[in-house]
């Protein structure tokens, strides 16, 4: 395939390759060299307003041509029942700049802009452009590149895509591993003084039960969640921070921490879970995945932020230079569905240094603190928006990620009733019959 751009920029050798070489498995080639392009014999794309001869034709909305980041809000139109952005202007063989909009959707560029933030300092799912044109639970990324490549095959049969295989990866995060073991005096009083100028006597004699040792403690769940995943595909991210306001795991030092870190290991794979302010300070998050290397007795080139909590592009930045591969950060915890309009895996493009970067964004769709906090579901209403999510993934052959986290298996409490909820979730996304 061979594309035509009166300006080869970062930007667009960054969404090219993302489409065709990635996705796809087309290999591409772009040239401004309008006489090579012409004489050529192979499937052609040009990039401009207007076509040079007869060959596909994308019309620029001039995103990819800048090196600032402007304000931007894109219109949005319907095409083949897909809602698309950037529509184009000019006649082309597609009615909106699909480079644009996946540029546009994969950088995140409207979390670089003006916002305001949610309680924990986080951009919110409704200020995003999926929320406001209402397709934040489809990948429309994804889509677009299908329906892309309908339209170039239709012109260039011979063109072949490579195949794409679903996928399911099973994550659970370690907040807090124990609600009343390991957490020390004067945290285990204070809880004890709370649950009764709460009035919550129940939870005081749970606390009681577990310290005395006549019932286990209902956060340790990790030999359940072993029976579950005994295929080798769960991914576990341990909090490993110092005791915080938002950080209530248990110290990474006390041998318990420890014994657990490498019992998970023995069925899982593990990947850091950095404290809520790590995502602009490299000296705490480099603490932190030394202290979870250290334990594990390895290498850790996975991480998912504490909270979801994600600054662009400082916290992808930091990840990168600590060695990080893969990121596992890319949702909201406020709304299930497809934050960067994709559930296929792609590189952080960092808009102000204007250069791809090494580390591979790995977005997920559904997470258990979402569907019953924030939305209020049911048991039941949350199988009906899993069932939704996992076959729009199924749909286009993407990576399905689930989060959950240690005490949602307890089925007691709070939980009571969503065990049965993820063991649904597990058959329906590995074996693929319904709900």
Known sequence: MLIFSEHITPRLNYVIRF????????????????????????????????????????????????????????DMQMWNDLPVIFPANNPANLPFDIFAAIFFMLTRYEEYLPYTPDRYGRFPATES????????????????????????????????????????????????????????????????????????????????QVIAGKQPDPFYTFDRIREMHPDGELITFFLTADYGRYDKGIHPQKNAFKELVSKVSSFSQLGLHPSYNSGKRNNILKKELHALEHIAGGKIDRSRQH??????????????????????????????????????????????????????????????????????????????????????????NGTLISIWHNDSF??????????????????????????
């Open 19 to 74: 489409i065709f070489d990635q996705f796809l498995g087309i290999k591409t080639d772009i040239t401004s060299d309008k006489d090579f392009f012409i004489n050529s014999d192979l499937p052609k794309i040009s990039y401009l307003s207007g076509r040079i001869t007869n060959e596909f034709n994308i019309s620029p909305d001039g995103i990819l041509f800048e090196q600032e980041i402007k304000e931007k809000h894109p």
């Open 129 to 208: 452009l999926n929320f406001k044109y209402s397709f934040l639970e489809k990948a429309v990324v994804d889509r677009w590149i299908h329906a892309f490549f309908v339209a170039l095959k239709d012109k260039y049969p011979e063109l072949i895509s490579k195949e794409r295989t679903y996928r399911f990866i099973p994550t659970v995060d370690v907040d807090i591993p124990y609600a009343y073991l390991h957490k020390g005096v004067f945290r285990c009083l204070g809880g004890a003084i709370l649950s009764i100028i709460k009035l919550e006597f129940n939870k005081l004699n749970e606390r009681l």
């Open 307 to 396: 909270y979801l909590k994600l600054l662009f592009p400082e916290t992808y930045n930091i990840l990168s230079e600590l060695g990080i591969g893969e990121d596992y950060s890319m949702g909201y915890a406020s709304h299930p569905g497809f934050r960067a309009g994709t559930c296929t895996p792609f590189n952080f493009y960092d808009l102000l240094r204007e250069q791809e970067s090494t580390l591979k964004v790995i977005p997920f769709q559904l997470m258990d603190v979402t569907l019953k906090n924030y939305l209020g579901l049911s048991p039941g209403g949350a199988m009906d928006k899993i069932k939704n999510l996992a076959e729009e993934v199924r749909s286009v």
């Open 410 to 435: 307890s089925d007691s409490g709070e939980w009571a009733g969503w065990l049965e909820v993820y063991q649904k979730l597990l058959v329906f996304a590995k074996e693929q019959v319904t709900l």
